[in-house]
């Protein structure tokens, strides 16, 4: 699974240098199939029934499985760019929100948003400890996404309402649920060599969102920008590893002060 996420790292590093204004995301899905196929790698998405591109992006109020086309990205847009990849039947997933031009081109709320998204992602991972509860991940991302609104002096964030991240290993999406929330269960206990998929989706407005007639594109109800973030990580003894970061997640787990389980 390690080679997976790596695989998936570097695709989603390559869309990112590519993502700016003027360019379709068929294009970004395009360079995305040929940098998995170079590696000997297969992109997991098509495994999805009746799904048959590399990537979903969404874009402003597209917040998930927004299906890559002709539309072309315009300075400002708030772009999530989700990637799986597998290698060897082992799968790896893993999200990035950017703005098309970069942060010059971003709009002060959005960037706070995609900090607000990333802040709760490795929060979340955090949580994801040998010995913890699995649904303690949702009450950190809850809690996160709770202390960077109240940070930036605004109201609410909304955690997207029926999503969630999930299980990962021989197929891409697997049991058990990972829900962004706080619940009144605590979920299994979680063990070493567990791994799972943390993907908090948030918006600038409510958690309500609803799907397109796409049958895929998942949009805000109230038309809010949202970002998505994700990774795939694994627990170990020694704390969590995220499989989808180069360094396994060393640094932005220890600026927090969390143990990291990746090997040195």
């Avoid at 590696?39 to 997991?44: D, E, F, Q």
């Avoid at 007639?213 to 998942?218: E, I």
């Avoid at 994700?230 to 180069?246: D, I, S």
Wanted: glycine share 14%.
């Amino acid at each position: 699974m390690r080679v997976a996420g790596m695989v998936v790292a570097e695709t989603l590093a390559a869309v990112e240098a590519a993502v700016r204004p003027g360019i379709t995301t068929g294009e970004l899905d395009a360079l995305a199939e040929a940098c998995i196929r170079s590696r000997g790698a297969r992109p997991s998405f098509p495994d999805v029934p009746d799904y048959r591109h590399t990537l979903c992006i969404s874009v402003n109020d597209e917040v998930v499985h927004g299906i890559p086309g002709g539309r072309t990205l315009l300075a400002g847009d708030v772009v999530s760019v989700d990637c799986g990849a597998s290698v060897e039947g082992w799968h790896g997933d893993s999200a990035i929100t950017v703005v098309a031009g970069g942060p010059e081109a971003a709009r002060p709320e959005d960037l706070e948003l995609v900090a607000a998204c990333t802040d709760a992602l490795w929060a979340g991972i955090g949580a994801f400890v040998v010995g913890g509860r699995l649904f303690d991940v949702g009450e950190a991302v809850e809690e996160s996404v709770e202390t960077s609104a109240a940070q930036a002096g605004r109201a609410p964030y909304g955690i997207l309402e029926g999503y969630e991240g999930h299980g990962i290993g021989r197929e891409m999406h697997e049991t058990p649920g990972v829900p962004n929330v706080a619940v009144q269960a605590r979920g299994p206990r979680i063990r070493a060599g567990a791994t799972v998929a943390i993907e908090p989706m948030i918006t600038l407005g409510t958690a309500e969102g609803h799907t397109l007639t796409d049958g895929w594109t998942v949009v805000t109800t109230d038309g809010s920008r949202g970002a998505h973030v994700e990774h795939t990580v694994a627990a170990t003894p020694e704390g969590p590893w995220v499989l989808t970061a180069a360094d396994g997640g060393r640094a932005e787990l220890a600026s927090r002060g969390l143990p990291c389980g990746a090997p040195r």
